[in-house]
């Protein structure tokens, strides 16, 4: 009797963009509470892709598109939640990871999401990595005479050195060579430039507004017959800025843990997908376990996978 197991990139991405929305939400407070929101998301999400890819295999983009792929591996790569989660987490994560691993070397992967990995894998178990990915300079290379080549072999267009360039100058996209679709780049840019603007957007707006602020009080004060003081208040708005924007951000992470703790209903509310979008929101505003409240999904010829699955063009037999 012939069983069809049918890959679903809508579930892939959405379960996917769940994780990236917390991050995004742990990027502007880094509360240990938003810690261990996001490290629960990579537990789950290494769980399910695990379960996924040992019931269906490993979803290529010639399958799932560019997108569904490309969540697959997100979900794969981070699941070890970056040791948050204690080291037998990061043991069991792991192993799963070597699983899925074996999935995607057999099952037709882009080469360069196994070369990371690959990486990732050697990288938890203490080993020297293969292809140049850790995104730590200093972090030794197996066989080093011999990386660019097998960098070139995964597909990894950049050297090591200008990949490590590339992430030291704050791009957050280590797999950037690898996307061939324009419309997926240009999410994860849009996404990424939003989430630096979250991150740094208040802190560095009130070091501005300090900086200015002081700027015009010394001019004053030097105009009108106090030029030391005016320097002195210049300089002092300077020195002080940094301090008086951090403990700004703290108040207002001690503000949103009030929020949080004056919350009565604390039950999870299942998010609603309506695949027959291109490009459409999902509302976690009433899930408190999904502090973002809202999570993008954009993809090139999303719609069309979804016809094609709904038509059943996506899909796998097994006998």
């Not at 994780?19 to 880094?30: I, M």
């Not at 850790?134 to 066989?143: A, L």
């Not at 597909?155 to 030291?168: I, S, V």
């Not at 791009?171 to 690898?178: E, I, N, S, T, V």
Request: proline share 6%; net charge negative; aromatic share 8%.
């Amino acid at each position: 009797m012939a069983v069809m197991n049918v890959h679903d990139p809508i579930r892939l991405i959405d379960q996917q963009r769940q994780e990236f929305a917390l991050l995004k939400n742990l990027r502007q407070h880094a509360t240990p509470r938003n810690k261990a929101l996001w490290a629960e998301k990579c537990r789950e999400n290494l769980l399910f892709i695990h379960d996924y890819v040992s019931k269906y295999g490993w979803p290529p983009a010639s399958v799932v598109d560019e997108d569904g792929e490309n969540a697959a591996f997100l979900m794969t790569q981070h699941g070890d939640a970056k040791g948050l989660l204690g080291g037998a987490w990061t043991a069991q994560a792991t192993q799963m990871q070597k699983d899925i691993l074996r999935a995607m070397q057999k099952d037709g992967a882009t080469p360069g999401y196994i070369a990371f990995v690959t990486d990732r894998v050697r990288y938890n178990q203490g080993k020297p990595q293969l292809y140049g990915t850790i995104p730590e300079p200093q972090y030794p290379v197996d066989q080093p005479e011999g990386l660019e080549a097998r960098r070139s072999q995964m597909g990894l267009k950049e050297t090591q050195a200008e990949y490590l360039l590339r992430m030291q100058k704050g791009d957050h996209l280590p797999f950037r060579p690898l996307l061939q679709d324009p419309d997926l780049l240009r999410f994860w840019d849009e996404e990424e430039k939003e989430s630096d603007t979250i991150t740094h957007g208040k802190n560095y707006d009130i070091r501005a507004i300090i900086k200015f602020s002081g700027a015009i009080l010394g001019v004053i004060a030097m105009f009108t017959g106090f030029p030391m003081l005016g320097l002195g208040v210049i300089f002092t708005s300077i020195a002080t800025a940094p301090y008086l924007a951090r403990k700004y951000d703290e108040m207002l992470d001690r503000r949103d843990e009030r929020l949080e703790r004056s919350q009565v209903d604390r039950s999870p509310v299942e998010p609603s997908l309506q695949p027959a979008h291109y490009h459409h929101k999902i509302d976690y505003s009433q899930d408190p376990d999904h502090p973002a409240h809202r999570v993008e999904i954009m993809g090139h010829n999303f719609a069309n996978t979804i016809e094609k699955q709904r038509a059943g063009a996506i899909s796998l037999e097994k006998t």
